[in-house]
Each structure stands twice: as C-alpha cells, then as structure tokens.
C-alpha cells in the first residue's frame, strides 16, 4: 500500500528565505509525483508534474525533483514572498490515475 | 477555457437528506475523479469514471454513496442518508488522458463543502 510522508507538517520563514519541503513515499513504482498549492477553503492549484522518468521539473521560483529509487521528492522555493502562504500537497500517481496524497506542508512565509 | 467546475460550492444538509454534488470536467476532458478531504485529514481518492463507465471505486464507502459520469451532462456524486460524518470538502478532478503514459495533471475544481447538521 503506497503511503507518502510530508516533512515538516508545518512551517513559518520569513519573506526572502529559500525553503525546502519534503516528500516520502513508500512504493517507487509510480508513473508520477505531483505537487499542489491548496490555498484556505479553497482548491487545488497544479504547480508541478514530474514524470518517473524525470530527476526535476522548474517553473519561475519552483524547482521540484524526483529520485523515485529512493522514494523522495522535494520542492524548492526560491526568494519566498508572503503570497507563498498555503499548504503544498505532494500526490503520487502510481498507477489507474489514483493519485495518493500526503498531509501537507502548512507554510507561512511573514513579511 | 474555463476550469473543472463544481456546484454547488457550499452544501447544508440535515442528518437522513440526499446530497448530489456535480462536477463539469474542462473541456476536452473525458476522466473524472472524485477525492474527498476530511477535516483534519488528508485528501483521499474516492472513485475514478470516465464517459458512462466507472473505472475504479476502490475508494467509496460501500454504502450510500454512489456516482456517476453519463454521457451528457456532469458528473454527479450522490450521498443517501446523509450523517454527520460525511461533513468533507469534495474535490473533483479532470484529465485529459488515462494517466498511464505518467504525462497527465489532474485539474482540481474548488470543491463543495458538505455540512451535515
């Protein structure tokens, strides 16, 4: 049974500071690992796929990577800024599109 | 080209009602998940379906839930009898293919949140 692990459960940095979350999982073999911004009473914002064939994606001040032998992944932040304020959502997608999802990273970023 | 919609997004229901949540994928979309998110907990994967198929319910409890993707129209996933313990938030997800190739997102919509008094 896949299980995925987020550390730390929650977070407080101040504006500026480059930050890591992390992601465990226990099965690798999965065909993708996502992760979602989840903002307060609110949805799922897609911020990055990689591919199990993969080592890293990036998108602006995002750079997440995937080292699936071990089972982890982690997303960077770059230059945080307070509307980075969410909970970010790692999901792996390990087959039939069912994606399982961690807890959660409750980040607060103060200015 | 709007995203994955859901209505309604706020639900009130008395302990023995009938809850429908629906769901209208993006567009060009024909795979429809439904997860749901318990308060304190994490989201968990309830039911995948595409057009008038439902491909794996493996997460849907055995009874008085049910959904349903036809061929026109949303997707509706339907709680009979409702209890106190069904008070979630519903996610749905779209996508454009099966998932299998380790290409596709999934496209969350806003959620309905579910109150059962």
């Known amino acids: 049974k896949q299980e995925v692990t987020q550390i730390p459960a929650a977070l407080s940095v101040p504006e500026g500071e480059n930050l890591v979350l992390n992601c465990s999982f226990t099965?690798?073999?999965?065909?993708?690992l996502q992760w979602f911004r989840q903002d307060p009473g609110k949805g799922l914002t897609s911020l990055l796929l990689?591919?199990?064939?993969?080592r890293e994606q990036t998108s602006g001040r995002l750079n997440a990577s995937l080292d699936k032998s071990s089972g982890r992944s982690t997303l960077y932040i770059a230059a945080s800024q307070p509307g980075d304020s969410a909970t970010y959502l790692c999901?792996?997608?390990?087959?039939?599109?069912?994606?399982?999802f961690g807890a959660g990273t409750i980040l607060r970023v103060k200015s | 080209n709007a995203g994955v919609m859901q209505n309604p997004r706020h639900l009130v229901r008395r302990r023995g009602q009938e809850a429908r949540l629906r769901c209208s994928p993006m567009?060009?979309?024909?795979?429809v998940y439904w997860y749901r998110q318990l308060p304190e907990e994490g989201l968990k994967f309830m039911v995948y379906?595409?057009?008038?198929?439902?491909?794996?319910e493996s997460g849907m409890p055995k009874e008085r839930f049910s959904a349903e993707f036809p061929k026109e129209g949303p997707s509706i996933l339907r709680i009979q009898q409702v209890v106190r313990g069904d008070s979630a938030a519903y996610f749905c997800?779209?996508?454009?293919?099966?998932?299998?190739?380790?290409?596709?997102?999934?496209?969350f919509g806003p959620g309905t949140r579910l109150t059962v008094l």
């Open positions: 997800a779209s996508s454009s293919t099966s998932g299998d190739t380790g290409t596709d997102t999934q496209y």
């Open positions: 099965d690798s073999a999965i065909y993708n």
């Open positions: 990689i591919q199990s064939s993969q």
């Open positions: 999901a792996v997608n390990r087959y039939g599109n069912k994606l399982v």
């Open positions: 567009k060009g979309h024909s795979h």
């Open positions: 379906l595409q057009k008038e198929n439902i491909i794996d």
